[in-house]
């Protein structure tokens, strides 16, 4: 079992930055490829990015390709994504989720676990 804490989102303006955060706890972390989804209000969730168990591999949609980031330090057992020049179609509140395969994979369904979430809203 791996239990994932969000953390970082709030209220920034247009062209601003966040650094979002997905603290896990449980199980071994390296063992878990990651991805970022979000889900804006009345719309469906959506990948956003993931990363490889060891971070040697990312993939973005392309809607924040250029834009966020996404990182790991596994000795601190935490996956961040930075997010910069932000767009108020980011808002969303923002997941992240692991995987014990450690295979791209943008469907949501295919993630083992996920956290609680955290708002991203951007104001324009």
């Known amino acids: 079992q791996v239990q994932l804490v969000e953390s970082g989102g709030g209220l920034v303006q247009a062209g601003g930055s966040l650094r979002l955060a997905c603290a896990a706890s449980?199980?071994?972390?390296?063992?878990?490829?990651t991805g970022w989804f979000r889900q804006a209000p009345g719309k469906e969730r959506e990948f956003v990015t993931y990363?490889?168990?060891?971070?040697?591999?990312?993939f973005y949609a392309d809607s924040v390709k250029g834009r966020f980031t996404i990182s790991r330090d596994n000795a601190k057992n935490t996956v961040y994504l930075q997010m910069n020049s932000l767009k108020p179609e980011d808002t969303a509140v923002y997941y992240c989720?692991?995987?014990?395969?450690?295979?791209?994979?943008?469907?949501?369904?295919?993630?083992?676990?996920w956290g609680q979430g955290t708002q991203v809203t951007v104001s324009s």
């Open positions: 989720a692991a995987r014990r395969s450690d295979s791209f994979d943008y469907r949501g369904q295919n993630y083992d676990y």
């Open positions: 990363i490889s168990r060891t971070g040697g591999r990312t």
């Open positions: 449980g199980r071994t972390f390296n063992n878990y490829a």
